[in-house]
């Protein structure tokens, strides 16, 4: 059911996506492709895309980056999420969070259980604010990059959703400073 509420201004936001594989490379990217075009045609700015190998810190290096860098609001990673030895985004997520949005793993995990059933257990996808800036670990499958985004981020970045949206709080998120 959609809650955009039409008479309100849409608010674009900047955002970065990183896929985290030892094994994609551009041309067989899916995921990252898919979440690119998402971000676009929602009316979004793509500020950074980029490929990082499953190491937690080579991914904490790219994640602080983009942290720091007042042009990107938002960072969606793909990969690395399940619960093999290589799987570290949500460790590298952890050493860089402020906050940890619990919701949206919970709510991510709740989805996609009426897609793939108990197989969702094996998903650490994670929120997480930093320095103003939202994170967000989708599991690396492209269903899973989809779903991410066409039944979560797309409403919560997007500053018409009614009755709250992830948008809305930006300017809030650094009061602590």
Partial sequence: MSRIDKSRPFIPVRIAVATISDTRTQANDTSGDALADRVTEAGHELVGRTIIKDDADLI???????????????????????????????????????????????????????????STMQSRAVGAVANGTYLFALPGSTGAAKDGWDDILRFQLDSRHRPCNLVELMPRLKEHF
């Fill in 60 to 118: 904490e290096i790219q994640l602080r980056a983009w942290i720091a860098d007042p042009a990107v609001d938002v960072v969606i990673t793909t990969g690395g999420t399940g619960v093999t030895g290589r799987d570290v985004t949500p460790e590298a997520f952890h050493r860089v969070a402020e906050k940890i949005i619990e919701g949206f793993g919970e709510l991510f995990r709740m989805l996609s259980y009426a897609k793939i059933g108990t």
